[in-house]
């Protein structure tokens, strides 16, 4: 999955999962039921994030030998993009990588209704921090050598293969 925060990311991996019959694996669920209390700056997110990647690798190579896996995590940096490259080719499976490319002021709209409904991993993201983050985010480029599934702000609900 590759899209800001709010764009809509674990909404797609949940109707992908469901269509599928496949396996889901969510990086907030993870974290917040491993870190719950350590998780309070984003430099922690970041921290605690590549930790439990060097666990959810070999298990998803695993999976991948019998079955279809979504991951909701997110592919939002070259550097991040990476892991999930090294995973499809060790498992020597196809891969899709589902952008949705969703505005900034979509986003916002998105995570201010996320910060009431508060699903499980959510956190609270102010706007500033939405910035914050946002300002690392690079959307994947052809050379780097993905199948890039694209999802239009409204459009992004209706998910495809």
């Not at 994030?49 to 592919?75: H, N, Y």
């Not at 508060?118 to 102010?126: A, M, Q």
Request: with cysteine; glycine share 4%.
């Amino acid at each position: 999955m590759c899209g800001k925060a709010g764009s809509g990311k674990s909404t797609v991996a949940k109707a992908l999962a469901q269509q599928h019959g496949a396996a889901l694996l969510c990086e907030d669920v993870w974290l917040a039921r491993l870190f719950p209390a350590e998780l309070v700056t984003f430099d922690d997110y970041i921290k605690y994030s590549r930790r439990i990647k060097t666990v959810v690798a070999p298990l998803v190579i695993e999976l991948l030998k019998q079955q279809s896996v979504v991951l909701d995590f997110p592919a939002n940096t070259r550097e991040t993009r990476f892991w999930f490259k090294s995973i499809f080719e060790a498992a020597s499976v196809p891969h899709t990588l589902h952008f949705i490319n969703t505005s900034n002021a979509q986003c916002l709209s998105q995570i201010a209704k996320r910060n009431i409904e508060r699903p499980e991993g959510s956190h609270v993201l102010t706007e500033e921090a939405f910035y914050h983050i946002s300002s690392f985010f690079q959307p994947p480029t052809v050379e780097e050598g993905f199948n890039v599934q694209t999802y239009e702000q409204e459009a992004r609900l209706n998910v495809q293969t």
